[in-house]
């Protein structure tokens, strides 16, 4: 069992940056990502990052501004905004994958079996 927590939601202002952390207990050899879901709208994918922590993969809208790392030892995730915009307003959510995945695969939801609670990021004007 995998148990995902996120942290470094808060305030920001446009063109600010923020940095998201995600801590990992149990087993989490598999790749890992940020899903967001803003107020009236479906989650999307946001990043991932391979299981090595090599190989990283963005939304069009990310790229660019948001940069994702792993720090392996730790067991844990970043996914650092920058140059924020009002539309990054959202509920940011850390997840596991169940397997490898690849440039297809990183954006699905459905190759993520854990899930973290989400962390707020508000943009102010």
């Known amino acids: 069992q995998v148990h995902l927590s996120e942290s470094g939601g808060g305030l920001v202002q446009t063109g600010g940056s923020l940095r998201l952390s995600c801590t990992a207990s149990?087993?989490?050899?598999?790749?890992m990502g940020w899903f967001r879901q803003a107020p009236g709208k479906r989650r999307a994918f946001v990043a991932a990052?391979?299981?090595?922590?090599?190989?990283?993969w963005y939304a069009d809208s990310a790229k660019g501004r948001f940069t994702i790392s792993r720090d392996m030892f730790e067991n844990r995730i970043y996914l650092h905004l920058t140059n924020v915009r009002p539309e990054d307003a959202a509920i940011y959510y850390c997840?596991?994958?169940?397997?490898?995945?690849?440039?297809?695969?990183?954006?699905?939801?459905?190759?993520?079996?854990?899930w973290g609670q989400g962390t707020q990021v508000t943009v102010s004007s």
């Open positions: 149990g087993r989490t050899s598999n790749a």
């Open positions: 997840a596991a994958s169940r397997g490898p995945l690849n440039s297809l695969s990183a954006s699905e939801q459905d190759e993520y079996d854990y």
């Open positions: 990052i391979s299981a090595t922590g090599t190989i990283p």
